[in-house]
T-cell receptor, first 115, second 112 residues
Framework: AQSVAQPEDQVNVAEGNPLTVKCTYSVSGNPYLFWYVQYPNRGLQFLLKYITGDNLVKGSYGFEAEFNKSQTSFHLKKPSALVSDSALYFCAVRAYNSGNTPLVFGKGTRLSVIA | KAGVTQTPRYLIKTRGQQVTLSCSPISGHRSVSWYQQTPGQGLQFLFEYFSETQRNKGNFPGRFSGRQFSNSRSEMNVSTLELGDSALYLC???????????FGQGTRLTVV
């Protein structure tokens, strides 16, 4: 069964500094990988995805993520953090081209950007 | 186009009661998934429906059930509610396994 690990419950970063939110995954075969963000009392909003192709994926609001197959990682990054980026971030994985496995999420990482 | 709609937004129920939550997916989306979100546990997968058939099921007791209708709308039911069922229940729809899921705002269930 596939799984996602987000090793940090909380990440603190100063505004203007680069940020990284870590994600590693386990799946049989190739993965589909996603990042979502959740603001208080809201559902999840899609940020970006890796399906195939270029390992560096660019998404919404200046976020990007790099797929690393050998390290089974898909870390979320942003060159310059904003206070408005403070939210809960979720990484998710699904087995490639499989309708028989669900989209599985990590436990989430709370990002706090300090002015 | 309209997003994923979940109703109701908030519910308060008593232990032992049962509850039904509703989800209307984005038009054209045939896949609907349900998740339970609690602090510290992240999003735990409940089940996924595709074209009225349950395609995947998470590790939840039989008190949790769901269904999907021919118009892709989905409901989930929780019977004999327990205090631990208090959570945010999220519904997501997608157009295919290779595409991103779109989430509703969730139903906040409180069991007292």
């Amino acid at each position: 069964a596939q799984s996602v690990a987000q090793p940090e419950d909380q990440v603190n970063v100063a505004e203007g500094n680069p940020l990284t939110v870590k994600c590693t995954y386990s799946v049989s075969g190739n993965p589909y990988l996603f990042w979502y963000v959740q603001y208080p009392n809201r559902g999840l909003q899609f940020l970006l995805k890796y399906i195939t192709g270029d390992n560096l994926v660019k998404g919404s609001y200046g976020f990007e993520a790099e797929f690393n197959k050998s390290q089974t990682s898909f870390h979320l990054k942003k060159p310059s953090a904003l206070v408005s980026d403070s939210a809960l971030y979720f990484c998710a994985v699904r087995a490639y081209n499989s309708g028989n496995t669900p989209l599985v999420f990590g436990k989430g990482t709370r990002l706090s950007v300090i002015a | 186009k309209a997003g994923v709609t979940q109703t109701p937004r908030y519910l308060i129920k008593t232990r032992g009661q049962q509850v039904t939550l509703s989800c209307s997916p984005i038009s054209g989306h045939r896949s609907v998934s349900w998740y339970q979100q609690t602090p510290g546990q992240g999003l735990q997968f409940l089940f996924e429906y595709f074209s009225e058939t349950q395609r995947n099921k998470g590790n939840f007791p039989g008190r949790f059930s769901g269904r999907q209708f021919s118009n892709s709308r989905s409901e989930m039911n929780v019977s004999t509610l327990e205090l631990g069922d208090s959570a945010l229940y999220l519904c997501a729809s997608s157009g295919g396994v290779n595409t991103e899921a779109f989430f509703g705002q969730g139903t906040r269930l409180t069991v007292v």
